[in-house]
């Protein structure tokens, strides 16, 4: 029966949260990355709605209705009806699909930036969630620990080798009271952040989510190869973008130095028998006033080609120096992690050993066993936040590149 109820429960039990799986669902789900995709569908559009052909303008006329009675010499009376197209040439249509185009780039670029976010954010709360658990799992276990030491207390005070062994019950009990309060607030926090994780993922925010499974940690590439990438993330791509827009827009300008084309048809219909006619007309604007307006509107987009231009160097400058600064600390917390692993957490669960076996045989204080509880869960808390930095550091140098870097 204790079998079946313990499949059970294995099957009810959510299932383990990957990083891979939840950035996948990120990636579709996230409120801002649908935002920012629903953005860039509009102004994909935009590109057919730019440079598109006027519509053409009709209009009905009569000439030479009479007023009075008609005599010999009136003039017959006619309708004319005119269509005027306005036509967009030089090559102005196209240039404006190129702006848009362009536009349609920077747009893409911001979608690239807003799913890095997400994904990154996503990313620190999947290890905030598995630090929660570490936390209570280091909680559970110096809880059993000073459980061993109230049993060890009460044993010495039973064989009278204690003095003051009912103050070392009392203060492990204290403790232990202090430990269970601090595990009773860790369940909210990670109520705290299933809530923004399912948020993140397109669920309900209630939904429950299963123990973390940490990816496998890989050795960190070069950073030359890292800040490779510097040239290559969304805030570059972008102010590329506004240059290519910013060049096209100054083309534009330049045309406008050439007349507007309309061409009229006209149909005549005479109603007094005279045969109909037909007419052809063009007509072109004049661009007199080019110092006012043409002028300087080409001076205007060789500014914003410059201010371009300008903007791609210093994010790419930014993005060298960021991710030089997140693989370094990338770096650092990767030895912490290390030094705790290998060294510091082992060495201290030895000396607690030790100090506690002493205690037991009487030949040791209880402040001083205590004391190494606390040093160890403390070590123990200090690998934990490591863990967390070194994770979310290395995702940090994705998103800032905006690119897959890290194998």
């Known amino acids: 029966m204790l079998s079946f109820i313990a499949a059970l429960i294995v099957i009810l039990a959510p299932a383990p949260l990957r990083l891979g799986d939840l950035l996948t669902e990120v990636d579709r789900n996230a409120p801002a990355v649908d935002v920012a995709r629903a953005d860039l569908a509009v102004q994909r559009a935009a590109v057919d709605v730019a440079g598109a052909w006027q519509d053409p303008s009709v209009s009905v006329m009569s000439e030479a209705i009479p007023l009075a009675a008609m005599t010999d010499e009136s003039d017959p009376v006619m309708l004319a009806y005119r269509i005027s197209q306005p036509l967009n040439l030089f090559g102005r249509r196209d240039i404006a699909k190129r702006i848009a185009s362009s536009d349609v780039r920077r747009f893409e670029a911001g979608v690239r930036r807003v799913r890095w976010d997400a994904r990154a954010q996503a990313v620190r709360l999947f290890y905030e969630l598995w630090m929660i658990d570490e936390m209570v799992r280091i909680v559970d276990e110096q809880l059993a620990l000073l459980a061993r030491m109230r049993e060890a207390a009460l044993a010495l005070v039973r064989a009278g080798m204690g003095g003051m062994g009912h103050h070392d019950v009392l203060r492990a009990e204290s403790e232990m009271a202090a430990m269970e309060a601090e595990r009773a607030s860790f369940a909210d926090e990670r109520l705290a952040i299933v809530a923004m994780l399912n948020t993140l993922r397109g669920r309900a925010p209630t939904e429950p989510v299963g123990a973390v499974e ?3 940690a ?3 590439p070069h950073p030359d190869r890292i800040v490779a990438a510097a040239s ?12 290519e827009s910013a060049v096209a827009q100054r083309e534009l300008a330049q045309r406008m130095y050439l007349p507007m084309v309309m061409l009229d048809i006209e149909y005549e219909q005479k109603l007094d028998g005279m045969p109909d006619g037909l007419g052809l007309g063009v007509s072109v604007t004049v661009p007199l006033w080019w110092w006012d307006r043409q002028r300087n509107e080409v001076a205007m987009a060789r500014a914003m080609e410059r201010a371009a231009e300008r903007e791609t160097v210093a994010m790419t400058a930014m993005a060298d120096a960021e991710l030089r600064m ?15 692993e290998n060294a510091a957490i082992p060495k201290l669960r030895e000396t607690l050993i030790s100090i506690e076996t002493a205690y037991v045989a009487g030949t040791e204080k209880f402040i001083t066993l205590l004391d190494a509880v606390m040093e160890l869960k403390a070590l123990e808390a200090a690998r934990a936040e490591a863990v967390v930095r070194r994770g979310v550091l290395r995702y940090e140098l994705q998103r800032i590149a905006g690119n897959q870097v890290l194998p």
Request: proline content about 6%; hydrophobic content about 50%.
């Open 214 to 216: 940490l990816p496998g």
């Open 218 to 220: 890989g050795a960190l």
């Open 232 to 243: 290559r993330t969304p805030e570059v791509a972008a102010a590329r973008a506004m240059k």
């Open 326 to 340: 997140a693989w370094s600390r990338a770096r650092a917390a990767e030895r912490r992690v290390t030094a705790l």
